[in-house]
């Protein structure tokens, strides 16, 4: 049986950054009495902590709208999600971590009211973004629909973040974005290249005009675009995406013919990434099933490398 998923990307302006969450649950139900079989809805970027500001300003009314992971913010948006029945990525939002760290984190909550999953975005974009860099890649799953992974923005300008989130088993990548300046172009391109190098759905979904340049998109895992937002003005995209696809693209080939994935054969020698000071060993090329690899097996994995390399 096909495992078929309703989403709804939200190219929308951000909301100020002194709006309640109550104001975004208002918009969020309002959006899914327009589309009640929708079954994931996303946001931009830092939709829920709009500043105007640019230079230190900025930065220090980023530091105003930070909370810690699991405060006010996050419980208020965790009922959200529950009340509604439905998977919630917000977007993103500034945390504050344990040691005041000022992390860029996208929040994914469930229809059970959980906070399922949160990514810190890795690659700030420096030197305008004050983030502090996270450490590792997350994907979560999404029970009767598939593995989900996680990357913001600028993200995508780093083909490590797509490779890794496929290798953990992510299905559907998503990717809140919200940029302002005229790259979103690359972005689109970027994207279209993530999907088909990793023989995955993204969903990139970018902030709407006045702040962002739109351009939001669904792309299968052949690379074609499902659905495009080809302004920068405020609109929803929907789609049915049939997570399936991932695995009947990856066993036939992208245009029935290459298999990136089935690449390697176990007697192959490793190959070695002194970029990295690791290697690709084709033992563990390739990707995990859904349910399959997690964060922290992939974490072991590195670590048993590393500790097999020192003898």
Known sequence: MSRLLPLTLAQVPPQEATAPVSAFAAEVQRLVARYPQTRLVVYPELHLCGVEDTGPARTAQLQETAQPLR????????????????????????????????????????PGGD?????RKIFPWRPYEPYDPGDRFVVFDAPGFGRLGLSIC?????????????WMGAEVIINPVQTTTNDREQEIVLARAHAIANQVFVASVNAAAPVGTGGSLIADPEGRLRQHAAGSGAEVL???????????????????????WSQFSDTDSPIELPLYQGRIDPRTWHPAPPGGRSASTAARLVSRRNDAASF
């Open 154 to 166: 600028y993200d995508s300008w780093f083909p490590e973040v797509a490779r890794h989130l496929a």
């Open 71 to 110: 405060g006010p913010r996050t419980r208020q948006l965790a009922e959200l999600a529950g009340d509604l029945g439905i998977w919630l990525v917000p977007g993103t939002v500034c945390e504050r971590g344990e040691k005041g760290q000022l992390f860029n984190t996208a929040l994914a909550f469930s």
């Open 238 to 260: 929907t789609d049915v995406v049939d997570l399936d696809d991932v695995a009947r693209v990856r066993t036939f080939g992208t245009a029935g013919l290459n298999r990136m």
């Open 115 to 119: 906070l399922a999953a949160w990514y």
